[in-house]
């Protein structure tokens, strides 16, 4: 049982931001994802795909963005559990939580903080017609652990930023690497685009367009897939294939919460702390809806700010928290570190 003060389902900017919020209040947080790494869309959506409205950064890499809030957290200590979703939630007589995931992991938590983005990422399957059989079987729609695929036949099938930044990595650690694209054109960023096609160049890369996948062969794995292109097939012997077409997201095994529903999306009350209908539970980021409600990662820290500070009177009734400016506070990691402004020197003009 995984114990905690916060318990935030999404590890998305506005899931990552709560911990440094929470944080400030000596409060612990530990994560939940479907994800197999922090960061939601920004991280396996478009992680080199600029942003140019986060206050401070006239333009920021989405992917340099996650970094930077998970250095920012980072001495606060957060707990993850990753690749696993939030099915069941029971509300102790004490007021506290029990998460459980898709996989089992128990999480006991004070409060909990949905910031699911737009829910639960699920990925776009290719329509073929026994994929399901081999999922886990040779297909994959996550790369969670690149060893898996370490001297192994692979095919990448996509044309966007992960099927191009898979390609690359994984032609350092495949035995080969096939991209596998229905269009000569790709959507991702150039540098990318421009790395494949020297990848391709030095034979590291075997890159087939346009084509796609029509059919999966293998008794108990995935032994070959088989492409097609106006009308004329080919066959092309792999350990694993890799779609990479996207995902979908979906609200999930949350909307049978309890909570206030509407528009695929959790009321909240705004005029105070984007609490739901449920006491202890929360939904920050584009996973709520209130009138006037903005899908903006800067809204979305605005909203983990005023969260925290409620879980922190709800957690200490009567205890009143008086709000310092971290500058002259100063931020105390509960890692034993401390940062803090430099002290202004006492001397005397002669």
């Not at 495949?174 to 694209?181: D, G, I, N, R, Y």
């Not at 002290?343 to 005397?348: C, F, M, R």
């Amino acid at each position: 049982m995984i114990q905690t003060d916060i318990l935030i389902i999404g590890a998305g900017p506005t899931g990552l931001f709560a911990v440094f919020e929470a944080g400030l209040l000596q409060l612990k947080c530990h994560l939940i994802d479907a994800l197999p790494q922090p960061g939601g869309q920004l991280a396996e959506l478009y992680p080199k795909k600029p942003i140019f409205d986060i206050p401070g950064y006239p333009e920021v890499l989405a992917g340099d963005l996650v970094n930077n809030l998970m250095e920012q957290i980072k001495q606060f200590q957060p707990g993850f559990t990753l690749a696993e979703t939030a099915e069941t939630i029971e509300k102790l007589e004490d007021g506290t939580f029990i998460v459980t995931t898709n996989k089992g992991t128990k999480h006991h938590a004070k409060a909990v903080a949905i910031a699911g983005g737009l829910g639960t990422f699920e990925p776009r399957k290719p329509a073929i017609e026994n994929i399901s059989f081999y999922e886990e079987k040779g297909v994959e729609y996550f790369v969670k652990d690149p060893e898996l695929f370490r001297d192994k036949d692979i095919v990448i099938a996509g044309g966007g930023d992960s099927a191009l930044d898979w390609s690359i990595f994984l032609s350092n650690v495949a035995k080969s690497v096939t991209l596998v694209h229905r269009r000569n054109e790709f959507r991702g960023a150039l540098d990318s685009v421009e790395k494949v096609q020297e990848l391709k160049k030095l034979g590291k890369i075997n890159l087939i367009t346009p084509a796609e996948v029509v059919a999966i062969n293998g008794k108990d794995h995935v032994e070959s897939i088989v492409l097609e292109n106006d009308g004329i097939q080919q066959t092309v012997e792999t350990d694993y294939f890799i779609p990479l077409f996207g995902l979908t997201p979906k609200l999930g095994a949350i909307a049978n919460w309890g909570l206030e529903i509407e528009k695929n999306a959790i009321k909240v009350n705004n005029a105070l702390d984007y609490q739901t209908n449920i006491e202890g539970i929360y939904a920050i980021g584009d996973v709520n809806i209130y009138p006037g409600k903005l899908k903006l990662i800067l809204c979305g820290f605005h909203e983990a700010t005023l969260m925290c500070q409620s879980v922190y009177n709800r957690i200490n009734p009567g205890k009143k928290y008086v709000l310092k400016y971290t500058t002259v506070s100063g931020v105390d990691g509960f890692d034993g570190t401390r940062k803090e402004a430099e002290k202004a020197v006492v001397k005397a003009i002669e």
